[in-house]
């Protein structure tokens, strides 16, 4: 009788634990689909349109940040660490640069120092291992500011051609009321 109960917890045993293994695997192979469902995409770098493309090209600072920042969206989260210490050398450059007169605005050296600080952030935990989602969610913060610098230069350049638009229509009008009131006064 003895042998029958210790075969029959024996055999629970071997049942449970082998139970137990399947649930183990099946719950591993949960765990790495919700990791990579987890994982966000980087957004796409934002382009300027033409007219703005046109006033900002000579700015070479720029053109090189740029370049270095479409390779940095591309990379993968392990990859960071070198293109990071590229964007930290040429971000330097770039604030060091002579600006175009229409960016030397507040707006846009808040943003620049908004993507630095990001830059930064992600590079101090882009050497660890086992961060990968980390590194991840912040290659998407430096993505996403960087396309906000990028839509605060456009509208600034648009802004300021509309503004350059509306001094010439005031000097018009001024020109206008300025050869009327010469034809209305006696002579």
Do not use: H
Request: net charge negative; proline share 2%.
């Amino acid at each position: 009788m003895n042998r029958y109960i210790v075969l029959v917890l024996l055999s629970s045993f071997l049942i449970v634990s082998c139970g137990n293994k399947k649930d183990t695997e099946q719950g591993a192979e949960q765990g790495e689909q919700q990791e990579v469902a987890a994982k966000q995409s980087v957004p796409e770098i934002m382009t300027f349109d033409a007219s703005v493309q046109e006033q900002i090209g000579e700015w070479e600072a720029w053109e090189l940040f740029n370049e270095e920042m479409t390779k940095f969206q591309k990379l993968q989260a392990d990859n960071l660490s070198l293109s990071l210490d590229e964007l930290i050398r040429l971000m330097e450059e770039l604030e060091k640069s002579e600006f175009p007169e229409k960016l030397q605005i507040p707006a846009i050296k808040s943003r620049l120092l908004v993507l630095k600080t990001f830059i930064l952030k992600t590079r101090s935990v882009s050497d660890d291992q086992g961060r990968d989602k980390e590194l991840n969610n912040l290659q998407v913060a430096v993505v996403t500011a960087y396309n906000e610098l990028e839509a605060q230069m456009g509208e600034t350049f648009r802004e300021k051609a509309y503004e350059k638009v509306l001094q010439t229509i005031d000097s018009i009008d001024q020109k206008i009321e300025k050869a009327k009131n010469q034809n209305e006064q006696p002579q």
